[in-house]
């Protein structure tokens, strides 16, 4: 840098303090003092080359249209709606339609507004629209209560179904666009429930006939026993004479058939025959597989007809039942699979199938019971246990899906903007059906590989319907 130059912005700086100074001591305002003559004079002081301005304004065509307001002739930020000077007694420069600025990247309204046709010359001019969306057109160019011009609506603009927004807005708004494809759609139903035994697993152990009970094997509550496997012996005064009976030749067949209605065991029945001799006790033997949960039997006790002298239940397969909600409902079948995770064992998943939808609901959960079947091999799953219950429910075939996002949900109908190009946009009513992972399934309405609205579309759809609002009042009288 010359020393010349470094001279200059120390006397601009030390210019620049000294004026705010002044301004802030005096109360003057900031566009008293001319900077730019300052720094002209400092310039030629120094003998510095002093570069040609740049053109603030390069008007590119002839300003046309009514003068809108007028600014400083310095380009500064002041601005005034009458012919104004500023403190150099210079004129404020007026500023036409055609020269209005336009954030958007699209011409002027107000300019377009002014010339009464836009640039290119091609569309004719309907009508006119309020400036802030009021439901107020005109047949003529006029301005609202604030002076503010109304915006020109042109032909070939009016249909209903697109609405058009410039690239500007539609970068600053974030509007994003993805494109319809065939997905399928998983919606996961979670309960919570209760492990239970199968009732068919359920065995009673009991006697059809006055007995008393010589011994009890070695069997307690909670023991695991198998098929076959003796349970106590008893002695019975009607068993034994339909023992003596059926040795006789009188009455075989009638003494066997008395002998098996009394429950004894064919094993039995067939040693009676076989050794023809009555034994002074019977041998009862475990009905099926599975674990002891209920034990009512002493040695030495009087057992009398139906009492239930042991329980036993199989857990090699379990119940699970539960508790859906009446909104849930309607997406469970019975065959469907079903994951269970049970809280005694975190980290682990169980797999069955839903057997059972039971046909009454609670009155006070508003629930209804779901019954799933799951194998216990290993007998760690145990009845009454917690567990909770996830359903996945849905097709398990591909279906037209969108975003949740591109669904708009008024209550009665539901909406969804496609993406036509070029910032041209449609607003379409749709029919949904399930949803699920994130995606709502469209059964009709749109089809797969068009593009569709995800992210702004509200503000599309607002847009949308004030513009069909405006158009029912395209046709207004004339104004006096």
Known sequence: MSRAAWIAGTLAALAAGGGGYWVGRD???????????????????LGLEQPAAAPRFKPTKASTGPVIYY???????????????AADGRDYRPVHASEDISFDGDPSPVAEAAQGAPPSGEKRVLYYR???????TSPVPKKDSMGMDYIPVYEGETDASTVTVSPGKLQRTGVRSEPVERRVLTTPVRAPG????????????SIRSESFIEAVENVTTGDHVHKGQPLFRLYSPDIAAAAAQYLTAVGFEGARRRLENLAVPAEVINEIERTRKVPLTITWAAPRDGIVFERNVSDGMRAMPGDVLFRIVDHSAIWVLADVTERDLSGIREGQS??????????????????????HLSMETRTARVRIELANPDGILRPAMYADVEFATGSQSPVVAVPDSAVIDTGTRQIVILDRGEGKFEPREVKVGVRGSGFTEVRDGIAEGDKVVVAANFLIDAESNLKTALQGLATPEATP
Do not use: W
């Open 338 to 359: 079903a994951t269970v995770r049970v809280r005694s064992f975190p980290g682990r998943t169980f797999t069955g199938t839903v057997t059972r939808i039971y046909p």
């Open 71 to 85: 600014r400083d002739p310095d380009g500064k930020p002041f601005y005034s709606l009458e012919p104004k000077q």
């Open 194 to 205: 209760s492990l239970d035994e199968d009732e068919r697993r359920i065995s009673v152990v």
């Open 27 to 45: 109360g003057l305002r900031l566009p008293d003092i001319d900077m730019r003559a300052l720094m002209s004079t400092v310039q030629t002081q």
């Open 130 to 136: 309020n400036p802030m969306g009021l439901p107020d």
